[in-house]
């Protein structure tokens, strides 16, 4: 059984950080791409980012590029996700997802298989 469970989450001012995790189960780090996708309230899920098997592929949307960083530990079975710089416009649910296939084009969302619950992140000014 594939499970991703998000944590990390909370409410923080604009300008602070926050780290959410995906732990990960049923599934290999190793073979397996990686993601983190968002959605705020009112709006379609969006990528933020994604990481391959090898770590040689890491992609960032253009809003979250040098404020967010993806990692992973293979050992953990568990993905982080940096968050520096926060803004309110970065206020929403933010999902894990996993696909142990090759990822054509991961920023688009039917493109992974498992995905997590979500978690909430709130950020005020």
């Known amino acids: 059984q594939v499970r991703l469970v998000e944590s990390g989450g909370g409410s923080v001012q604009a300008g602070d950080s926050l780290r959410l995790s995906c732990v990960t189960s049923?599934?290999?780090?190793?073979?397996?791409?990686m993601a983190w996708f968002r959605q705020a309230p009112g709006k379609e899920r969006e990528f933020v980012a994604a990481?391959?098997?090898?770590?040689?592929?890491?992609d960032y949307a253009a809003s979250v590029k040098d404020r967010f960083t993806i990692s992973k530990n293979n050992g953990k079975n568990t993905v982080t996700l940096q968050m520096n710089e926060l803004k309110p416009e970065d206020t929403a649910a933010y999902y894990c997802a996993a696909d142990a296939n090759q990822i054509i084009s991961p920023r688009v969302t039917g493109e992974w298989l498992y995905w997590g619950q979500g978690i909430q992140v709130t950020v005020s000014s």
């Open positions: 049923g599934i290999s780090l190793s073979t397996t791409y």
């Open positions: 990481i391959s098997p090898s770590d040689v592929y890491i």
